[in-house]
């Protein structure tokens, strides 16, 4: 079965420094693997998605994750936190089923919050 | 922009009590998901909903919930009777195809608290 961990809970960082949310999974064959972002009172937007083309994938925001096969993480990184990036982020992988009905599980999530 | 529109945002009641949830997706979009997020988690699906059949309820607890999408388009999650540890977020989602590289655009969810 498909799962992820993700790795911290909550992240603090100052404005203008890199953001960096850990992210693992556990999949039995080559993942669709995404990241969402949850604002208070928001629904959830999609900041990227791999699905087996460049293992670098570019988000919104300038946001980035990396999926590394070897390592079975696909971490979210953005080179300068700004303030509206603080929010409840979370990585999830996508179940392939039969008939072509997947389905997202997603981990716990990761608060990130910004301070000036 | 099109958006999954969900109602209402907020929901108290009494456990045992009855309660709905309504939501309408992204017109064309034939598949609809009921998430249920528990405050500090993730969300997890209760049902998946390809144009008016369900193709995933082995999360949906059915003594006391049902779905429906009678004419394939807008939904109702029913919970009857309601007990304390249904408090939680009701997010609705939809997908234009049940295709994993189409996104899956998330409504802003009813807020269930149960007293």
């Known amino acids: 079965a498909q799962s992820v961990t993700q790795l911290d809970s909550h992240v603090s960082v100052s404005e203008g420094t890199p953001v960096l949310l850990r992210c693992n999974y556990s999949?039995?064959?080559?993942?669709?693997l995404f990241w969402y972002v949850q604002h208070p009172n928001k629904g959830l937007q999609l900041l990227l998605k791999y699905t087996s083309a460049a293992t670098l994938v570019k988000g919104i925001n300038g946001f980035e994750a990396e999926f590394k096969k070897s390592e079975t993480s696909f971490h979210l990184t953005k080179p300068s936190a700004h303030m509206s990036d603080a929010a409840e982020y979370f990585c999830?992988?996508?179940?392939?089923?039969?008939?072509?009905?997947?389905?997202?599980?997603f981990g716990a999530g990761t608060r990130l919050a910004v301070h000036p | 922009e099109a958006e999954v529109a969900q109602s209402p945002r907020y929901k108290i009641t009494e456990k045992s009590q009855a309660v709905a949830f309504w939501c309408d997706p992204i017109s064309g979009h034939a598949t609809l998901y009921w998430y249920r997020q528990i405050l500090g988690q993730g969300p997890e699906l209760l049902v998946q909903f390809q144009d008016e059949s369900v193709v995933d309820d082995s999360q949906l607890p059915k003594d006391r919930f049902s779905a429906e999408r009678l004419k394939g388009v807008d939904s109702t999650l029913k919970i009857q009777p309601a007990e304390l540890g249904d408090s939680a977020m009701y997010l609705c989602a939809s997908r234009l195809g049940a295709d994993s590289y189409n996104e899956q655009f998330f409504g802003p969810g009813t807020r269930l608290t149960v007293l």
């Open positions: 999949s039995s064959y080559s993942p669709s």
């Open positions: 999830v992988v996508s179940d392939r089923r039969s008939g072509g009905y997947n389905k997202l599980i």
